[in-house]
């Protein structure tokens, strides 16, 4: 059974969560402020953790960022703001995914299934030994899901090596945001394509890529993205 962490503050939002998720068949667990959700976080073992963003005592973001820093457990961000930055930031912290409340608990029951079912897909799939990438400065190892820019290697989200991975599998072809996201995150009609934006910003930021002029990712206006050989 997996195994859910709720950091919300709003106590009847959090049973709400809780209710339809052990309905569904998850074992949740629910902490109420920021400290304790942080501990409980990187204390043990997760499958996913839903993050409300206005919490007590350490914000949400705050909490992502570290998780981050030392694992790659799915992460659902919600909150009331409905602003872009909240969800660029939240994005470009590392959540997988950004809710804005209200939203009804049968699409936060889809968005955690289509994110552990992905997430266990990724992580239970063994990559043949030696299936590398290699083009320019950058080298990816599919295998130990690893990379290099310029021979340093750079830590990526498991979002952001996802999204690098397949488009360098596919080169010279044109994806839209549309068909990236359905294949990265695993969903379709409750999809929010900015999510693709903002983790293809990050991407570019490690790998050192100019939007200008382009040596890996190619924006192709107007449709999507291509991987450039």
Known sequence: MSRILIIEDEVCIAELERDYLTISGYETTIVNNGKEGLAAALSQDWDLVILDLMLPGVSGFEICRRIREEKNTPIIMVSAKKDDIDKIRGLGLGADDYMTK??????????????????????????????????????????????????????????????????????????????????????????????????????????????????????????GYRFKI
């Open 102 to 223: 209200p939203f009804s608990p049968g699409e936060l029951v889809a968005r955690v299934k289509a994110h552990l079912d992905r997430y266990q897909r990724l992580t239970g799939m063994k990559a043949p030994s030696g299936e590398i990438i290699e083009t320019g400065g950058l080298r990816i190892d599919r295998a130990s899901r690893r990379v290099w820019v310029d021979g340093t290697e750079t830590v990526f989200t498991s979002k952001e090596f996802d999204l690098l991975s397949f488009l360098a599998s596919n080169p010279d072809r044109v994806f839209s945001k549309d068909e990236l996201f359905r294949e990265i995150w695993g969903m379709e009609s409750f999809g929010d394509i900015a999510t693709v934006t903002v983790h293809i910003k990050k991407i570019r930021e490690k790998l050192k890529d100019s939007t200008a002029d382009p040596k890996y990712i190619e924006t192709i206006w107007g449709v």
